[in-house]
């Protein structure tokens, strides 16, 4: 019988050669700083919109086949409750830090006994911070020493740049049926859009084909709740994509503003073909009931998505500031966006919950 011992997690992704591009040439290849690169892009510090300084950082992002992400924020709205001076809407953030994409280290919740088990966090700590000051962003810390290998041959592996954008699923739907064959479809598709698709792209793609349009179902939510006289948000990405679709009919916030106090804040999952999570905001009315006044449907529970579930709140209910407790489990996101739009609630945290 053989040991069960500790296996070395394998890094993702999958490096498919590490100093050729998909064409077989040379590729440009970091494990070092990207500062000269970054001091060529970012000629100034201070950017008088946060489009600014999101079109200069993709530009170094494309030059250098560095992939970021979002590790925090506080927005606009939370900022301008605490601060006398006012920050311009423009700026979007009060605050922001991005890093890369292995930033961190991998939390491993078993045994490690798994062969093939694969985390994105491997201790790389690179890192741009911005803060508004006055009526700039400005870059208040960087720190662009990576400790794996960046080129931009790689960075066409990683998801954010893989996945296909809804305009081009939208254009592949006829294509799928002419091409049943997944490895035949994955060819086409990497041809056409010159992304490295990979074959569990290709069964997510014909999954969420089968399961049906999801802009209709949004569209008939809206119906529905501005039928109620409701209130519904959604927020999507740079290619498109759906990231949350927020919610709340007439009687909802009027219930809400009845009992505003203590607000239970939790999720659940696997309630809908789409797979997002289902995130609601709960009273507790006179009688002892939980009574849902708010929901939100999520694409992923990352830290920016939870900032718009906890924006979208605030701006449905108008009178937010009413509430003085927040129930939450102990997930980090979360408490993030309940400390920054909701500074002065206490915090509780639910045993059950987490």
Do not use: W
């Amino acid at each position: 019988m053989k040991s069960a011992t500790s296996a070395k997690p394998q890094e993702y992704p999958p490096n498919p050669s590490p100093d050729r591009g998909q064409d077989g040439i040379q590729a440009d290849t970091c494990t070092c700083t990207d500062t000269s690169v970054f001091k060529d892009i970012f000629s100034a510090d201070t950017f008088n919109s946060s489009e600014e300084f999101d079109d200069l950082f993709k530009k170094y992002q494309n030059q250098t086949g560095s992939v970021s992400r979002v590790k925090s924020y506080s927005s606009v709205i939370s900022e301008n409750k605490r601060r006398q001076q006012q920050i311009p809407n423009e700026l979007r953030y009060g605050s922001v830090s991005f890093v890369g994409v292995h930033y961190g280290d991998p939390k491993r919740k078993g045994l490690g006994i798994r062969q093939k088990q694969r985390y994105l966090p491997r201790g790389c700590n690179v890192l741009v911070a911005l803060s508004a000051r006055k009526n700039e962003l400005v870059i208040t810390k960087t720190n662009l020493q990576h400790n794996h290998e960046v080129s931009v041959a790689l960075q066409l592996f990683y998801n954010q740049k893989r996945r296909l954008i809804s305009k081009e699923i939208g254009d592949a739907e006829d294509v799928v049926k002419l091409y049943p064959d997944n490895k035949q479809l994955k060819s086409f598709l990497q041809g056409k859009y010159h992304k490295a698709v990979a074959m569990q792209d290709v069964r997510n793609l014909k999954r969420k084909m089968k399961s049906g349009d999801g802009m209709s179902d949004i569209g008939k939510l809206t119906e529905i709740v501005d039928a109620e006289k409701g209130k519904v948000d959604t927020t999507v990405d740079d290619g498109g994509d759906i990231q949350m679709i927020a919610f709340a009919t007439n009687e909802m916030v009027s219930m809400y503003s009845k009992y505003p106090e203590i607000i239970i804040m939790d999720g659940i999952y696997k309630i809908n073909r789409y797979n997002y999570p289902l995130y609601m905001i709960i009273v507790q009315d006179n009688l002892g009931r939980g009574r849902a006044v708010f929901y939100a449907f999520v694409r992923s529970e990352t830290a920016d998505i939870m900032l718009d579930i906890m924006s979208s709140f605030c701006r449905m209910m108008e009178n937010a500031n009413q509430t003085k407790t927040v129930m939450t489990d102990k997930d980090k996101n979360e408490i993030h966006a309940v400390r920054a739009l909701l500074p002065k609630a206490d915090l509780l945290f639910a045993s059950f919950m987490s």
